[in-house]
Nanobody, 124 residues
């Protein structure tokens, strides 16, 4: 079965950096568009970034210029490099895989598989 396992979360001061990783198994990873989402307490899960098979990357306006999504198909990994972190970036971060690229890649409904999440806390 498909498994996505995130890691790399933690506590960081504002202005700092973290790199999240997501290890995928049970799927032909290179055939799946991948995304990152986040969910803060009391809020809906929101889009952060996605990367298509072509390598095309799209970001939420709130993270553009600070976050970078990348993938390593040889290692079945997707990453989220987060720089210049702000307290409002505090959330549980989830990676997700889509069976195929959809017009809804920036929405939760655009994905078929999810990881369990990793907590990111940014202190002011």
């Amino acid at each position: 079965q498909v498994q996505l396992v995130e890691s790399g979360g933690g506590l960081v001061q504002a202005g700092g950096s973290l790199r999240l990783s997501c290890a995928a198994s049970g799927l032909t990873f290179s055939s799946y568009p991948m995304g990152w989402f986040r969910q803060a307490p009391g809020r809906q899960r929101e889009f952060v970034a996605y990367i298509k098979l072509s390598g095309t990357r799209t970001y939420a306006d709130s993270v553009k210029g600070r976050f970078t999504i990348s993938r390593d198909n040889a290692k079945n990994m997707v990453y989220l490099q987060m720089n210049s972190l702000k307290p409002e970036d505090t959330a549980v971060y989830y990676c997700a895989a889509a069976n195929w690229a959809r017009a809804t890649m920036s929405r939760v409904a655009g994905y078929d598989y999810w990881g369990q999440g990793t907590q990111v806390t940014v202190s002011s």
